[in-house]
């Protein structure tokens, strides 16, 4: 069955289990090589798979450069402050449910981000449901909190918080600015381009910070190929897809859904733990992220 015959309602579905998987795939791979040397490799096989693609269908290029340096700036903050972000957080010990849990704040980071950069008007909704998430994270972050030891959580330092927050502010500029002046790239050229400088930007921090080193097992090539053409590629085409049959406004509201995805898979496959006040915070998380992304938003 080819992705054009899925029906468009279950579309969205599979697109947003894929992306949870991307958590699960960093735990997964981190046992084997370094965060950002993991990404070099998954996007380095990425450009080559899409190369071919942009080959196959002709994919027009950018065609002036200001257009090719606006798509490697969205690249280096979404696939490498983003990604890397959240790879770095969970090699340095955050469990990959509780990293989902404060990206889930990303929508209302977006709300927040168009309103600082594009002076687009944040609604009282938007702003109650900024309040809500950030309650829910709070919820989730202090339930880890190590009293006994300064700046410290149940398993990880605050380290590990900064990068994923530092991720999650890494996505929200860069769909903002995307949005802003990117909306009229070619889909696969511009993504090539863009995961270009998330190669350029992990062969930086390999070069200067970590050793390069990858264990090539058996477990690390399995969980690459995902990374590669579920996530890097397969979600992709996905989202071609729903543009083409016009369901990419249903997908802001399945994203939610997320965390509570990624928790629950990382329960069976790590045994990571889901305590009452973290099933609260991703509770009020979610409703924040509803509300800010509900259709009444226009007041």
Not at 54 to 63: A, C, E, L, Y
Not at 133 to 140: C, D, M
Request: net charge positive.
């Amino acid at each position: 069955m080819s992705i054009l015959t899925i029906s468009p309602k279950v579309i969205p579905w599979i697109f947003v289990w894929i992306w949870s998987t991307g958590f699960l795939a960093a735990k997964f791979g981190l046992p084997y090589a370094e965060p950002f040397t993991l990404l070099l490799y998954r996007f380095t096989f990425t450009l080559l798979f899409l190369l071919i693609v942009i080959r196959f269908k002709k994919s027009p290029w950018p065609k002036s450069k200001i257009a090719f340096l606006h798509l490697m700036v969205v690249g280096a903050l979404i696939h490498g402050v983003y990604l890397g972000g959240v790879f770095q957080a969970i090699k340095w010990g955050m469990p990959a449910g509780l990293s989902a849990m404060i990206i889930g704040l990303q929508p209302l980071g977006m709300a927040l981000m168009a309103g600082i950069i594009l002076k687009e008007h944040v609604s009282k909704r938007q702003w109650l449901g900024l309040i809500i998430g950030l309650l829910g994270l709070y919820l989730v972050l202090f339930e880890r909190l190590d009293l006994s030891s300064e700046f410290a959580f149940d398993g990880f330092s605050i380290w590990a918080v900064f990068a994923v927050i530092a991720s999650l502010f890494g996505i929200s500029i860069g769909a903002v600015y995307q949005k802003r002046f990117c909306s009229d790239m070619d889909l696969i050229s511009g993504t090539w381009v863009q995961y270009f400088s998330a190669v350029v930007l992990c062969t930086l921090i390999v070069l200067l910070f970590e050793t390069g080193e990858v264990s090539w097992t058996g477990p690390f090539i399995l969980t690459l190929a995902w990374q590669v053409l579920a996530l890097s590629v397969g979600a992709i085409f996905l989202l071609m897809t729903m543009i083409k049959q016009g369901a990419t406004a249903s997908v802001g509201s399945y994203f939610y859904l997320v965390a509570p995805l990624v928790a629950i898979q990382a329960w069976f496959l790590f045994e990571e733990t889901i305590s009452f006040i973290s099933i609260a915070g991703v509770v009020l998380i979610s409703f924040g992220v509803a509300i800010t992304s509900s259709k009444k938003l226009k007041n």
